[in-house]
């Protein structure tokens, strides 16, 4: 049974967002933010930026890394609160909310739990098919693959 599956790679300035079905990325893009909007309109965007999406897909599945605090706490606050706009426009939709440890990506599509982002991307790519598009696929919509790719293997459907 094959399950469609909403990857988020949290953030606030730019949100790296997948759709994924099988082995095959049916969507993906990052929400990017304008710097010079408020605060308030930033997460505005991306929440109505996000329901675009789950409208238009109609994933099962969130898939979202966990927070991981750095030294910046201001701008860990920031991804916070937008993750939080995530979470619940994603229960808003009826999807299934499951969260996913940084190393806990890296091991499952690595099978090295201190993988670099060289090695994510690399078996990101030998693992599903992603669509080319115009503009080069960054680093953050490879991150929201990876976390559809954890999801999908924790759940035995890739």
């Not at 953030?11 to 967002?17: E, I, Q």
């Not at 605090?69 to 426009?89: C, D, H, P, S, W």
Request: proline content about 3%; aromatic content about 6%.
């Amino acid at each position: 049974m094959s399950k469609r599956v909403l990857g988020i790679d949290p953030g606030f300035d730019r949100l790296g967002v997948s759709v994924v079905e099988n082995n095959s990325v049916l969507f993906s893009c990052c929400i990017e933010t304008n710097r010079k909007s408020a605060y308030e309109e930033r997460l505005l965007y991306i929440g109505d930026e996000l329901t675009k999406i789950i409208r238009k897909w109609k994933p099962k599945d969130l898939a979202i890394e966990k927070l991981f605090f750095n030294q910046n706490t201001t701008n860990a606050m920031k991804v916070a609160e937008a993750r939080g706009v995530v979470i619940y426009l994603a229960k808003s939709a009826g999807l299934n909310i499951h969260e996913y440890s940084p190393q806990e990506i890296k091991i499952a599509v690595t099978g090295y739990g201190k993988a670099d982002k060289i090695q994510i991307n690399t078996m990101v790519r030998k693992l599903v098919s992603i669509p080319s598009k115009d503009t080069k696929v960054l680093d953050d919509e490879v991150d929201a693959i990876a976390l559809c790719i954890t999801h999908l293997a924790t759940h035995r459907a890739i």
